[in-house]
């Protein structure tokens, strides 16, 4: 089907492992993002990419990498997990041609960081 | 700094009344409002949208009121439904430029209200 997949759907690991979280989207979608939900805090944006090769940091990016080598993925990197990290962690893509583009979501990774 | 803030982080309501979801922003370079709604193991879903040149807007048993003077929004549902049971986001953005000068629109979300309706 056409969407927003993400992969995996869970995922346990230990801290200072290196944890990447998939992405693919298959509406050629300019924008993606990178959400992280958690209790207390909705959702915060950790990095988003206006186009293949463009990226930037959102409101909390510290321990994460991204790339965005194809318009439709983007990968999220933990490079040396913490369990600050756990968390449940959104993709998101849009046209946002304007402000008035919505978001949408992929069904969400959840990571348990012990 | 929250910039959009959610402060009722739970809501419960009996089937038929009206739910009323509130938010409150202080950007005031934010100008279109949206409102997303979460089911459990599930991605946020769009709901519904307000541009700041409006004070309202509605959609079927969805109803969305901006007051900038206050910088306050608020989702009404008439008549609620125990299928409305979720989580209820508001999220805000503005025109930002990102690098290479390509603009752009983010969202920033509120905390969420968890919304439970009775039958």
């Known amino acids: 089907d056409a969407g927003i997949t993400q992969s995996p759907r869970y995922k346990i690991t230990e801290t200072g492992r290196q944890v990447t979280l998939m992405c693919h989207q298959t509406?050629?979608?300019?924008?993606m993002f990178w959400y992280r939900q958690d209790l207390g805090h909705g959702l915060r944006l950790i990095y988003y990419?206006?186009?293949?090769?463009?990226?930037d940091k959102g409101e909390v990016p510290d321990g994460y990498v991204v790339s965005r080598s194809k318009t439709e993925n983007f990968p999220l990197t933990l490079e040396s997990a913490t369990r600050s990290q756990t968390s449940v962690y959104f993709c998101?893509?849009?046209?946002?041609?304007?402000?008035?583009?919505?978001?949408?979501f992929g069904s969400g990774t959840q990571l348990s960081v012990l | 700094d929250q910039q959009v803030k959610q402060n009722s982080p739970s809501l419960s309501v009996q089937e038929g009344r009206i739910s009323i979801l509130n938010c409150d922003y202080t950007n005031s370079m934010f100008d279109y409002f949206l409102w997303y709604k979460k089911y459990p193991a599930e991605g946020p879903t769009f709901l519904i949208s307000i541009s700041s040149i409006k004070d309202k807007n509605e959609d079927g048993r969805f109803t969305v009121f901006l007051n900038k003077s206050a910088k306050h929004l608020s989702l009404h549902i008439v008549p609620s439904q125990p299928g409305d049971s979720a989580v209820y986001f508001c999220?805000?953005?503005?025109?930002?430029?990102?690098?290479?000068?390509?603009?752009?629109?983010?969202?920033?979300f509120g905390q969420g209200t968890i919304l439970t309706v009775h039958p």
């Open positions: 999220a805000a953005s503005g025109i930002r430029l990102a690098a290479g000068g390509t603009s752009y629109g983010k969202l920033t």
């Open positions: 509406w050629s979608h300019s924008y």
């Open positions: 990419s206006a186009a293949a090769d463009i990226t």
């Open positions: 998101a893509s849009s046209e946002a041609k304007t402000t008035n583009e919505k978001l949408f």
